[in-house]
């Protein structure tokens, strides 16, 4: 179990399931339009492709169903907190595997639709308590949901910016999820109460160590946008860069938060 014992935020499992689609769909609209030419474009993650991003999207999805392939764990071991700090361990097996569905999926629209279509399956047929086997321990299937919003937030937005003019839009709900689960895994990382961290409409977290602000305006606040605290928690954007582009308000000696960004390699 997690070391921390912070309370993890309960999320709505109707409204998470919904969610995950609803982004998978938009990716998929957005990818049916793309010519081969365009999906030969660059991304900014390393030597992929759009068609390799577009493919670990789906793979991001098709995660849940490798995990109820598993035999279900005797017990939980661990909690959404704990996946933002497990996602960089298997970095090389992951491109690899991208690359094999890229390859195999010359048609990216039907990949997709069969991605979305199996998903609909399985959460049919399995109660979201059911335990997967995950990279950050055994958890309930209605939890590791919530972190297949992240994935799909962080990924559309890399796909955006890869394609000019794309533009594919965020589920709210997805990016509300998103938002909450990196803002919480900051107080995660550096618990206290002397900086408040904003993230409007979606989240407010208290972190980082010294005197706890307890009523009227915090000494430390730091304030930005969710596409804003997404990228800066993934390491798409750096935090000085961000500061300097009015994209991040930050006041207080506290309210430097580049030693602990980003949450997520």
Not at 20 to 45: C, D, K, M, N, W
Not at 102 to 124: F, I, K, N, S, T
Request: charged share 25%.
């Amino acid at each position: 179990m997690s070391p921390t014992k912070k309370r993890t935020r309960t999320y709505d499992s109707a409204r998470i399931r919904a969610a995950v689609l609803a982004q998978l769909g938009h990716v998929r609209e957005a990818v049916r339009g793309l010519t081969p030419e365009r999906l030969a474009l660059p991304t900014r993650l390393g030597e992929w492709s759009v068609r390799d991003l577009v493919a670990h999207i789906g793979m991001a999805v098709t995660a849940v169903g490798r995990s109820l392939d598993l035999p279900e764990p005797v017990k939980q071991d661990a909690t959404i907190l704990d996946w933002p700090f497990a996602t960089g361990a298997n970095s090389s097996a992951i491109d690899e595997f991208t690359r094999g569905i890229a390859e195999r999926h010359p048609d990216l629209d039907a990949y997709l639709a069969g991605v979305a279509r199996d998903l609909v399956e399985q959460l049919d047929a399995h109660p979201g308590t059911r335990l997967l086997a995950t990279n950050a321990g055994a958890m309930p299937l209605d939890d590791y949901l919530v972190t297949r919003t992240v994935e799909l937030v962080v990924h559309t937005d890399d796909l955006n910016a890869a394609v000019p003019g794309l533009d594919v839009p965020f589920e709210r709900q997805a990016l509300a999820a998103a938002t909450r689960l990196l803002a919480d895994a900051l107080a995660v990382r550096a618990p206290g109460g002397a900086t408040e961290v904003r993230v409007p409409p979606y989240a407010v977290v208290q972190c980082v160590e010294g005197p706890r602000h307890t009523r009227g305006t915090p000494p430390n606040v730091v304030e930005t946008d969710p596409l804003t605290w997404v990228r800066l928690a993934t390491g798409r954007l750096v935090w000085k860069d961000a500061v300097e582009d009015a994209k991040v308000s930050a006041s207080g000696e506290r309210a430097d938060l580049s030693a602990l960004l980003p949450l997520m390699s």
